[in-house]
T-cell receptor, first 112, second 112 residues
Framework: KQEVTQIPAALSVPEGENLVLNCSFTDSAIYNLQWFRQDPGKGLTSLLLIQSSQREQTSGRLNASLDKSSGRSTLYIAASQPGDSATYLCAVRNNAGNMLTFGGGTRLMVKP | DGGITQSPKYLFRKEGQNVTLSCEQNLNHDAMYWYRQDPGQGLRLIYYSQIVNDFQKGDIAEGYSVSREKKESFPLTVTSAQKNPTAFYLC???????????FGEGSRLTVL
């Protein structure tokens, strides 16, 4: 059974720092991996989707990488801003048609 | 604008009552999902539907029911058989069962 872990559970950084959020998964035979952002009391917003054949995806200040062999994905946030404060979740799909397995999330606070 | 609309945003219910949460999407997505989110437990899949008139149980379907009579609608009924219904409920959709998910804003149910 796929297990997805996100460490640390919480992170606080000063504004302007570049930072990396980690996501690890136990079964490397994945179909795709998706990163989400969740603000308090809100739904999830999709940030990036990486297919198993891809190594990375970029959107603005965000860059997500995927290393299937080591069972890891990272979300890199450049020049962090207070508006980036939220919980970031990763989710893994093992096969086409299988459901997503979510990690527990990393709660990020960017201080002005 | 295209998106997923959940209603109501907040709902209070007395014990023993059934309640129905609405989820409507105008993205023309085939697949729709219901998740439950509890503090410290991450997202758990309740039900999903790959196509109209079809739906499957997720990991925690007991005490819940769904229908998929129209492509754009996937209502969730929380029945009195659900032992601990107080939670944040999230609806999502995707183009197919294998593509990235898009979420609504969520419905918070509180049982008094």
């Amino acid at each position: 059974k796929q297990e997805v872990t996100q460490i640390p559970a919480a992170l606080s950084v000063p504004e302007g720092e570049n930072l990396v959020l980690n996501c690890s998964f136990t079964d490397s035979a994945i179909y795709n991996l998706q990163w989400f952002r969740q603000d308090p009391g809100k739904g999830l917003t999709s940030l990036l989707l990486i297919q198993s054949s891809q190594r990375e995806q970029t959107s603005g200040r965000l860059n997500a990488s995927l290393d299937k062999s080591s069972g890891r994905s990272t979300l890199y946030i450049a020049a962090s801003q207070p508006g980036d404060s939220a919980t970031y979740l990763c989710a893994v799909r093992n096969n086409a048609g299988n459901m997503l397995t979510f990690g527990g999330g990393t709660r990020l606070m960017v201080k002005p | 604008d295209g998106g997923i609309t959940q209603s109501p945003k907040y709902l209070f219910r007395k014990e023993g009552q059934n309640v129905t949460l609405s989820c409507e999407q105008n993205l023309n997505h085939d697949a729709m999902y219901w998740y439950r989110q509890d503090p410290g437990q991450g997202l758990r899949l309740i039900y999903y539907s790959q196509i109209v008139n079809d739906f499957q149980k997720g990991d925690i379907a007991e005490g819940y029911s769904v229908s998929r009579e129209k492509k754009e609608s996937f209502p969730l009924t929380v029945t009195s058989a659900q032992k601990n219904p107080t939670a944040f409920y999230l609806c999502a959709s995707s183009i197919t069962i294998s593509t990235g998910l898009f979420f609504g804003e969520g419905s918070r149910l509180t049982v008094l």
